[in-house]
């Protein structure tokens, strides 16, 4: 009813504003204002974050591939745990950071969690607070975010302002948002999650650092300010002010 009957509807990316239009075909205009990152916070340089690793009992030492997102099925972490299994058969000291809360379902994988054959080596940082993420982002030897489905993936955008090695799923709104800047492998393939972040553990400096670059680069394409001009945008449509 909302969809049919309201002037003018907000999408906050064109993955979307497609799926609507599959399960609404008839509705109101649609303005696609995508979220954007804040790049002063999310940027490959940051303070002292051997400080701010250390004041959470965190160390640089530990190569380690990172996760951020609420436990539940949506978010493909399933996928990550049994990846991680291949993964750390060929890397000895790579080491898995999982940060987030859960959510509903959770079960399942707390199970997998606990029957891990590499358990030890899966570190659960609850909730992260705003200053260590973007630390956390940047020291990553990748960030994985395997989920099923999002409106936007908000993590995969601050990831890469941060320059990290960002794999995630093609097919979905990760796509869109990711462009070249990320790695993309097919929802639920754990098989190909592990190959391809064996990939970004296994990239030279010089790889790694072009891969930063690029990464950036595509992050800079999202502003909050740019996301309010769509909102200001659509709050016209909506009053009939051209």
């Known amino acids: 009813y909302s969809a049919r009957h309201a002037r003018v509807l907000m999408a906050i990316s064109e993955f979307s504003a497609r799926l609507l239009d599959e399960v609404v075909p008839a509705h109101a205009p649609v303005v696609v204002a995508p979220l954007g990152v804040d790049l002063a916070r999310f940027q490959p340089r940051g303070g002292d974050d051997a400080s701010l690793f250390g004041t959470h009992q965190l160390s640089l030492e530990f190569p380690f591939i990172f996760f951020v997102g609420t436990f539940e099925p949506r978010k493909g972490l399933d996928v990550l745990l049994s990846a991680f299994d291949e993964i750390a058969r060929h890397d000895d000291a790579v080491e898995l950071w999982l940060a987030g809360q859960p959510g509903w379902g959770v079960g399942p994988i707390e199970a997998q969690l606990a029957a891990h054959p590499f358990r030890e080596r899966i570190r659960r940082l ?13 020291h990553a030897r990748a960030v994985s975010y395997p989920s099923r489905g999002e409106g936007f993936g908000l993590p995969v955008i601050e990831a890469m302002a941060c320059g990290a090695s960002v794999v995630t799923t093609e097919g979905t709104v990760m796509a869109e948002v990711a462009g070249d800047g990320a790695r993309l492998v097919p929802v639920g393939d754990a098989a190909a999650l592990a190959a391809s972040l064996v990939d970004a553990l296994d990239s030279s400096e010089s790889d790694r650092a072009e891969g930063a670059v690029r990464a950036r680069s595509r992050a800079e394409h999202f502003t909050w300010e740019a996301c309010v001009d769509q909102h200001l945008v659509a709050y016209a449509q909506a009053l009939n002010v051209s």
């Open 126 to 138: 609850g909730f992260v607070d705003d200053a260590l993420l973007p630390a956390l982002f940047r």
